[in-house]
């Protein structure tokens, strides 16, 4: 089963009856936080970001996926006005930040927390120090910085860790200090760039379960950017796939797992997804010849992924499939079912008949070919 990343790992996490009571954070108006309008920019000959239009709801997790260069650290710098598209509205909490002064900006930045792959701590300054940093700019006074700084050490699980250097650290330890030094000074936005990508699959977990659990928690929204489907899966509501500067995919997380339209989304969803052995994905023709097997990849979500389709298809169809591969998921608590099933000398008809039967009944179906040998 592929169910690799849980929905919670509560471990690292302080349970909420026991937090304190984070003072309240500053207003954020009704709304989208971020609003999106052809955003375009250009560097030189290179097409960095296309036209590119969306919004994020207050509260929403949104993933934004893509192999390198699509433009995604591009796309997260115009979010915080430190890149100035070429064309385009970038809208935070309501305002056009675009033709904005830096004095300006560095307003609408103090309610923008960011964090990123290398978690950019300062190496001479302690935990405490480094998450109290933005306070210490903000002219916030000592007495509620350091109030702030230990219930944000508390939120992250490193209250015993305030008087150390980051080079004492894990990888983890140093994200969540990351963390906590980009909520000091109470954001309605958290961006994250690639903010897992140098961890361990533990440690990626533990980090994602906590940004999970602070958006819930404070009703956080989060633009998290990554190359990676597991991350979108693990957190996000909604996902936006990028590929060249330019969004190929939207949707609901679960939606798009259970049927990715856009042919790199299926790409970064098949490893996650039911594979076929090297051999038998080898021997996969686009025409039948006799005696050619015929092999399918079907998915299910929601209400269809608890129904025996396969098992009905049999009695109904009178046809007997071979399952090579089958996989359930549970992706913002749907399942989604994907396998891949063969039927032996299966000619034209059908396969017509077959395809005809599974097409009005499941969310995705892929004719992979044909094959002479199982295995
Ligand atoms: N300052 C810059 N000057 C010139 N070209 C740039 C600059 N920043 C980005 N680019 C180009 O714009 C494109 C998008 O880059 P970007 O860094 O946004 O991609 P990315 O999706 O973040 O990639 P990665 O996953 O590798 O971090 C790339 O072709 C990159 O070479
Ligand atoms: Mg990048």
């Not at 302690?126 to 916030?140: D, H, M, R, S, Y």
């Not at 330019?246 to 039911?274: K, Y």
């Not at 098992?311 to 989604?336: I, K």
């Not at 079912?337 to 892929?366: C, I, K």
Request: charged share 20%; hydrophobic share 45%; aromatic share 4%.
């Amino acid at each position: 089963m592929s169910s690799r990343i849980g929905r919670r790992h509560p471990e690292t996490i302080v349970p909420l009856e026991d937090m304190p009571d984070l003072h309240a954070p500053a207003s954020v108006p009704d709304g989208p936080v971020v609003r999106l309008g052809n955003v375009g920019k250009k560097f030189g000959t290179v097409t960095a970001l296309h036209d590119v239009t969306f919004e994020v709801q207050r509260g929403e997790i949104l993933g934004i996926i893509g192999r390198s260069g699509a433009g995604k650290s591009t796309l997260i710098r115009c979010l915080n006005g430190l890149e100035k598209p070429d064309r385009g509205r970038v809208e935070i909490l309501g305002q056009d930040i675009v033709p904005l002064t830096e004095s300006a900006l560095q307003q609408v930045r103090g309610r923008i927390g960011m964090i990123f792959q290398h978690f950019n701590l300062l190496s001479t300054k302690t935990v405490e120090q480094n998450v109290a940093l933005p306070l210490k700019i903000a002219g916030t006074p000592r007495p509620e910085r350091t109030a702030r700084v230990r219930e944000l050490l508390e939120l992250v699980g490193l209250s015993d860790k305030a008087q150390v250097y980051p080079a004492k650290l894990s990888g983890g330890q140093k994200q969540r200090v990351g963390i906590a030094r980009a909520l000091a000074a109470h954001p309605a936005l958290l961006l994250c760039d690639e903010a897992t990508s140098a961890l361990d699959p533990e440690t990626t977990l533990s980090i994602l379960n906590l940004l999970r659990d602070i958006n819930r928690r404070l009703g956080l929204t989060i633009v998290l950017i990554t190359h990676e489907m597991s991350v979108v899966r693990a957190i996000a509501d909604r996902v936006i796939v990028m590929d060249q500067g330019r969004i190929v995919e939207e949707g609901d997380v679960w939606q798009v797992f259970a049927a990715p339209e856009a042919a790199l989304t299926q790409r970064l969803i098949g490893s996650q997804t039911s594979e076929l052995p090297s051999a038998l994905r080898d021997g996969l023709r686009n025409d039948w010849t006799q005696g050619a097997h015929l092999v399918l990849r079907v998915q299910l979500s929601g209400d269809a992924a608890q129904r025996p389709v396969l098992a009905e298809m049999t009695r109904d169809l009178d046809v007997l499939p071979v399952m090579l591969n089958a996989t359930v998921q549970h992706v913002q608590e749907q399942a989604v079912a994907s396998f891949v099933v063969a039927f032996a000398d299966a000619g034209e008809a059908l396969a017509r008949r077959v395809g005809d039967y599974l097409a009005a009944r499941v969310s995705r179906l892929e004719v992979l070919g044909y094959v002479q040998q199982l295995a």
